[in-house]
């Protein structure tokens, strides 16, 4: 299975083309990653590529209840424990950049979230320990206050650097801060990060330039979501608008590690049913390495290689439950079912204690005896 077989990306030599996608877990208290975190990432280093969940690069950052940072040294210090022991084992990791701009609220850190424009999302609302509460109208961020958002994001590419990992993803998806420069629904500006495709990116480009500056080779990534609906997000045309920053993605000087597509159907038009795919429009665009995930099978997966769709596949809910997923994919199975009630609560059920593929059969043998 070509799945299985190694992939040279960049600097960084892959086992396989498996890449562990980002997944919030909200198992960080107090925003500083752990022991039990170390457990976790650990079971999964049998990955091409591990992409930690969403750290985010300041407090006003933060929407979620017990989500990791990577801007204080106490941060730096509890990665570090997890990025020596997934090398230990043999693994690849990358941390994923992430500040979710107006999904954020003041509950975490009392400050007003902050956003290209002063308009809250027009669904959904703010999760909290306290339920789900209405999100707050955010503060449209001036010029200077960008350019200081430009450097917490080098910031914390550069605390990354020092706590281990091999390379980092700026998560420009699903609706947080970056996605909500680049969608039009989000961003009604009328100066030099608003109004045009050019103007919209610009974000972007410049954090994506900062991010670069602290990582001298091919180990930055960079995540999108053409198709993304989440957190209320929207856009006039996604087609034109994605197809002009992967444009731009594939002219840097300095080449990307990856692009990360999400994979979903994309509208071509609010005037008909006609769509195209996430990743064929990356790809069209984008001569670099390109993630595609999105509901993968390990079947999808290897036909999606094998017509060159993408050059790597990611994994969400199937590397949650099988920790040692490229090994089961080689036996052909049996799959572990993820318990998705687990997927946000705290402790270690449903966290580290799936089983791996041996230590289940050994459970199997010794039931039968």
């Not at 006039?236 to 444009?247: D, I, L, S």
Request: hydrophobic share 35%; proline share 8%; net charge negative.
């Amino acid at each position: 299975m070509k799945l299985l077989q190694p992939y040279q990306m960049g600097p960084v030599a892959l086992p396989n083309h498996m890449v562990m996608a980002p997944l919030t877990r909200n198992r960080a208290p107090g925003g500083v990653p752990n022991a039990t975190m170390v457990r976790y990432y650990v079971q999964r280093a049998s990955a091409g590529l591990i992409i930690t969940e969403g750290t985010q690069i300041e407090p006003v950052g933060q929407g979620y209840q017990d989500t990791p940072g990577i801007y204080s040294p106490e941060q730096r210090d509890g990665w570090r424990t997890i990025t020596t022991a997934v090398h230990r084992a043999g693994g690849r990791i990358f941390a994923q950049l992430w500040h979710v701009g107006r999904i954020s609220h003041s509950y975490y850190h009392g400050s007003t979230p902050v956003a290209p424009s002063a308009l809250p999302p027009d669904r959904g609302q703010a999760y909290t320990p306290k339920g789900l509460i209405p999100f707050e109208t955010p503060h449209a961020l001036t010029t200077p206050e960008i350019h200081e958002l430009v450097a917490a994001f080098r910031h914390a590419a550069t605390i990354a650097q020092e706590a281990g990992f091999d390379g980092v993803e700026i998560h420009g998806a699903n609706g947080y801060l970056i996605d909500q420069f680049l969608q039009s629904g989000s961003n009604v500006r009328t100066d030099e990060y608003g109004g045009s495709l050019e103007n919209r990116a610009r974000f972007l480009l410049e954090v994506t330039a900062a991010v670069q500056s602290a990582w001298k080779e091919q180990r930055v990534g960079i995540r999108l979501s053409p198709a993304g609906a989440a957190n209320g997000i929207h856009d006039a045309n996604p087609v034109e608008t994605f197809g002009y920053v992967a444009e731009r993605l594939d002219e840097l000087k300095q080449p990307l590690a990856y692009l990360h597509v999400v994979e979903a159907p994309v509208p071509t038009s609010g005037l008909d049913d006609h769509a195209t795919c996430a990743t064929e429009l990356l790809r069209s665009k984008f001569r670099g390495t390109l993630i595609s995930t999105g509901g993968y099978t390990p079947e999808s997966a290897e036909r999606a290689l094998a017509n060159e769709c993408a050059d790597l596949i990611g994994f969400g809910k199937l590397f949650i439950a099988n920790p040692d997923l490229p090994e089961r994919i080689r036996r052909g199975g049996p799959y572990n079912t993820p318990e998705v009630a687990t997927f946000y609560a705290p402790g270690e059920h449903g966290y580290t204690d799936y089983p791996a593929l041996d230590a289940r059969e050994a459970a199997t043998v010794g039931a039968s005896a």
